[in-house]
């Protein structure tokens, strides 16, 4: 078992996605994994990066190329270029054409909570760029009032 200390995201490498300057971390070979990681942008205690994937990331590093990206307006991703698009739907727009700036497609979509939304999404709207999707805890997809209409109601 590799020990927690070697289970560190290589550094981090910026492409424009869009006007927007994107960090995203990839290691390995073989077919393509993307991550998606949960969270929101606008608070603190909801605006995780792509460390989240650490755990997973160099694990399976060893038999797929891996990537991991801090998503829009998080991490060391640029903020959206407009107002208007601290949303959702933007969130969705620059995953998938972030995928597509990187030569990936189509890849195997791993999302966590609010990523398994915008992993969802990109799969129903952009389904040439997934392989296979894969949803880890995201109670964003429930048939309810979800956290995303609540937490980005105002």
Same mark, same amino acid.
């Given at each position: 078992?590799?020990?927690?200390?070697?289970?560190?995201?290589?550094?981090?490498?910026?492409?424009?996605?869009?006007?927007?300057?994107?960090?995203?971390?990839?290691?390995?070979?073989?077919?393509?994994?993307?991550?998606?990681?949960?969270?929101?942008?606008?608070?603190?205690?909801?605006?995780?990066?792509?460390?989240?994937?650490?755990?997973?990331?160099?694990?399976?590093? $060893?038999?797929? *190329?891996? /990537?991991?990206?801090?998503? %829009?307006?998080?991490?060391? =991703?640029?903020? +959206?270029?407009?107002?208007?698009?601290?949303?959702?739907?933007?969130?969705?727009?620059?995953?998938?054409?972030?995928?597509?700036?990187?030569?990936?497609?189509?890849?195997?979509?791993?999302?966590?909570?609010?990523?398994?939304?915008?992993?969802?999404?990109?799969?129903? $709207?952009?389904? *040439?760029? /997934?392989?296979?999707?894969? %949803?880890?805890?995201?109670? =964003?997809?429930? +048939?309810?009032?979800?956290?995303?209409?609540?937490?980005?109601?105002?």
């Amino acid at each position: 078992a590799l020990q927690s200390s070697k289970m560190v995201l290589p550094p981090a490498k910026v492409i424009d996605v869009d006007g927007v300057g994107t960090s995203y971390h990839r290691a390995g070979s073989g077919q393509p994994i993307v991550f998606i990681y949960g969270g929101n942008f606008g608070s603190a205690d909801s605006a995780p990066s792509a460390h989240a994937w650490n755990l997973n990331f160099v694990p399976l590093s $060893e038999r797929f *190329e891996v /990537v991991a990206f801090d998503k %829009i307006g998080q991490g060391y =991703t640029a903020n +959206p270029l407009r107002d208007e698009d601290y949303t959702m739907a933007a969130v969705v727009r620059h995953a998938a054409s972030f995928i597509r700036a990187m030569q990936l497609p189509p890849v195997h979509l791993v999302g966590h909570s609010r990523g398994g939304f915008a992993a969802v999404r990109i799969a129903l $709207e952009y389904p *040439e760029l /997934v392989r296979s999707l894969t %949803i880890v805890s995201s109670g =964003t997809l429930s +048939p309810r009032v979800g956290t995303n209409d609540l937490a980005l109601a105002k």
